[in-house]
């Protein structure tokens, strides 16, 4: 098992490369199994959901070799496919399901494991599958499978969710990709990373229409082509690092970012008190004098993500009076908090809302992740704590952020990872 052990208490400074999106990595690899000439796909970050979501493409049919960096794949197709996602490789990773509306799409058949819950909630997929039959798919569980069929083909549909969902969009709009006729699909979710699936599929031959509105028109095409398309940049990853300049209360400039892409997290940072400077295109330097408390609340694009939720969290426990932040999206996404409190932090949580009250330091103590983001949460808590954090289950981190520790590293930090 590895651990990270953080020296609190140093201000960082310096410059960081954002890696590509996680999040429009994994839909998009997902929807190359859509196409059977060669895909080559540049900025995909070195992250293990990213080599699960590999490991899954290659088992099902895809040839993935890496070329020139560990940044840049190719992909092409085997002859023989096996349209199965299996348990081991979904329960890891949610994402798994998203190779549902592909195979569906393409093969006519899916046998997808559920991805069952995981620790910020139950994280049910019934709006993917009530939408895929909607569309004309035969959809059952069978022994903790997704068990989908279509006789003829996908058919066109007026459809439009009742709730939001990432996922379920992407599962939608990849489908309908290759399903002769017009879907119109309202109430779609509009984040950053379907907006870059939505480019990868239209470079790749498919006619997909979006306006602003969450409405996607699609004129489903016989086939797509080969074509070479590059990853937009993380924004949680950036917005990540953005709290880590202020929690610590250094100067770090982030580079390679999607400045308009990260509006919703920078208007929240700025009310906390973050000055964001930017002297040229696609970067920005972050630094602040106080931290403010503030009251925010988790929407789907364009509101404050929920993947920022733990990292605004530990930032605004050293805030300079009472914040609350309203978690809307996921059930459980609190778990962080009780580990917080164990650095000092002072939180209530009632019903979806967590109460904050500003403190003047964490102090470093020893803790454990529960999912991606809280993980992050507590490394950033540890950045500014008096004394030693020892973060176990560092997994969870391994999961999103690639070279996390040398980025921090190189920017000051007195942190590493040790094998215990
Ligand atoms: C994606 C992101 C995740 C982010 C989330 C919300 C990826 C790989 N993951 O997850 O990092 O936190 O969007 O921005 O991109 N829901 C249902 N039924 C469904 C599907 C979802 O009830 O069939 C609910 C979920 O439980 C949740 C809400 O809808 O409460 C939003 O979930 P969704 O947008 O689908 O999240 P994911 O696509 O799983």
Redesign the pocket.
């Known amino acids: 098992m590895k651990q990270l052990i953080i020296q609190g208490g140093k201000k960082l400074f310096g410059t960081i490369n954002i890696s590509g999106s996680?999040?429009a990595s994994?839909?998009i690899l997902a929807a190359t199994l859509l196409v059977d000439e060669k895909i080559t796909l540049k900025n995909i970050p070195d992250v293990k959901?990213i080599s699960t979501m590999i490991n899954l493409l290659e088992s099902i049919g895809k040839k993935i070799k890496f070329s020139n960096s560990r940044n840049q794949i190719v992909i092409t197709s085997k002859k023989n496919k096996k349209l199965i996602a299996p348990y081991n490789l979904v329960k890891t990773m949610?994402?798994g399901v998203l190779v549902l509306g592909p195979l569906l799409a393409k093969y006519g058949q899916a046998r997808v494991s559920l991805p069952g819950g995981c620790a910020i909630?139950?994280?049910?997929?019934?709006?993917?599958?009530e939408m895929l039959k909607k569309m004309g798919a035969k959809i059952k569980i069978d022994k903790g499978y997704i068990v989908a069929k279509v006789i003829k083909k996908l058919k066109p549909n007026k459809l439009k969710f009742e709730?939001?969902?990432?996922?379920?969009t992407?599962n939608l709009i990849m489908a309908a990709t290759l399903c002769k006729g017009k879907t119109t699909i309202k109430n779609i979710?509009i984040?950053p990373?379907i907006i870059d699936l939505i480019n990868f599929l239209n470079k790749s031959g498919a006619k997909i229409f979006f306006n602003s509105k969450r409405i996607i028109t699609i004129e489903g095409v016989e086939s797509l082509k080969g074509s070479t398309h590059s990853i937009i940049p993380d924004r949680i990853e950036a917005g990540t690092y953005a709290v880590a300049s202020l929690i610590s209360n250094g100067k770090i400039t982030l580079n390679r970012i999607d400045t308009k892409a990260m509006k919703n997290i920078f208007d929240v940072l700025k009310l906390s008190g973050a000055k964001l400077n930017s002297n040229k295109k696609n970067s920005v330097t972050v630094s602040r004098k106080k931290i403010k408390s503030l009251n925010a609340k988790t929407i789907?694009?364009p509101g404050f993500?929920?993947?920022m939720q733990a990292q605004l969290m530990s930032l605004l426990c050293l805030g300079n009076g009472k914040s609350i932040i309203k978690e809307d999206?996921?059930?459980n996404r609190f778990l962080h908090v009780s580990e917080l409190k164990r650095m000092g932090a002072n939180i209530k949580i009632k019903n979806k809302s967590a109460y904050i009250q500003g403190i003047k330091n964490f102090t470093g103590a020893e803790v454990m992740a529960t999912d991606l983001r809280a993980s992050v949460s507590l490394v950033l808590a540890g950045l500014a704590a008096k004394g030693i954090t020892i973060v176990n289950r560092i997994y969870h981190l391994e999961r999103g952020y690639e070279d996390l520790v040398k980025k921090l590293k190189k920017c000051g930090a007195s942190i590493i990872t040790k094998n215990v």
Request: charged share 30%; aromatic share 6%; glycine share 6%.
């Open positions: 996680k999040n994994l839909p959901d949610r994402a909630g139950s994280r049910p997929v019934d709006l993917h599958i709730s939001i969902s990432v996922g379920a992407e979710a984040e990373e789907p694009y993500p929920t993947d999206i996921f059930e």
